[in-house]
Antibody
Framework: EVQLVESGGGLVKPGGSLRLSCAASGFTFSSYSMNWVRQAPGKGLEWVSS????????YYADSVKGRFTISRDNAKNSLYLQMNSLRAEDTAVYYC???????????????WGQGTLVTVSS | IQLTQSPSSLSASVGDRVTITCRASQGISSYLAWYQQKPGKAPKLLIYAASTLQSGVPSRFSGSGSGTDFTLTISSLQPEDFATYYC?????????FGQGTKLEIK
């Protein structure tokens, strides 16, 4: 069974940093691209970042570029999101997500974690 | 690429046929997915590649379109279908979602 479990969320002051983790199990993690998506309270979904299976290709939303860094450790079956210079508008539930197939092109986000809440407030 | 969903909210009854539209600001071929989200839960994939029904999703859900105009249709609403629906384009980065359509019980 595919499982994605996020952790690392919490309360942080503006300007602070936080590192999110997504522990993957039930599949060959190193074969799949992975993604982070966030959802501010009461708002819609916002794609944050994607990383290819071998970390060769990395993409960011303009809203987080230069502040967030996505990475992965295929030996540990883990995905990470390092978040620096956090702002109030980064407050959201952060989900990691995986496509249904390990193709070259991502066609969907089929598997999602339960999410971890990040609150940026003084 | 901006995705605009319409309507933003919709009231309907059990058994109704419902259509939600997603319009892209530029052509995205068929690289569009639809998700259903219920309060406090992660989104659930319904349809990808514009019209491919994900395994396990009831056949009352269907998708169509290509280029810039797409639709999600629920042929006969069931009580469990009342939720918020999002489209997502996967044609090019940055990936984007529509703003969502909240489907409520009339």
């Amino acid at each position: 069974e595919v499982q994605l479990v996020e952790s690392g969320g919490g309360l942080v002051k503006p300007g602070g940093s936080l590192r999110l983790s997504c522990a993957a199990s039930g599949f060959t993690f190193s074969s799949y691209s992975m993604n982070w998506v966030r959802q501010a309270p009461g708002k819609g979904l916002e794609w944050v970042s994607s990383i290819s299976s071998s970390s060769s290709y990395i993409y960011y939303a303009d809203s987080v570029k230069g502040r967030f860094t996505i990475s992965r450790d295929n030996a540990k079956n883990s995905l990470y999101l390092q978040m620096n210079s956090l702002r109030a508008e980064d407050t959201a539930v952060y989900y990691c997500a995986r496509p249904d197939t390990a193709g070259v092109r991502t066609l969907n986000f089929d598997y999602w974690g339960q999410g971890t809440l990040v609150t940026v407030s003084s | 690429i901006q995705l605009t969903q319409s309507p933003s909210s919709l009231s309907a009854s059990v058994g109704d046929r419902v259509t939600i539209t997603c319009r892209a600001s530029q052509g995205i071929s068929s690289y569009l997915a639809w998700y259903q989200q219920k309060p406090g839960k992660a989104p659930k994939l319904l349809i990808y590649a514009a019209s491919t029904l994900q395994s396990g999703v009831p056949s009352r859900f269907s998708g169509s379109g290509s280029g810039t105009d797409f639709t999600l249709t629920i042929s006969s609403l069931q009580p469990e279908d009342f939720a918020t629906y999002y489209c997502q384009q996967l044609n090019s980065y940055p990936l984007t979602f529509g703003q969502g359509t909240k489907l409520e019980i009339k």
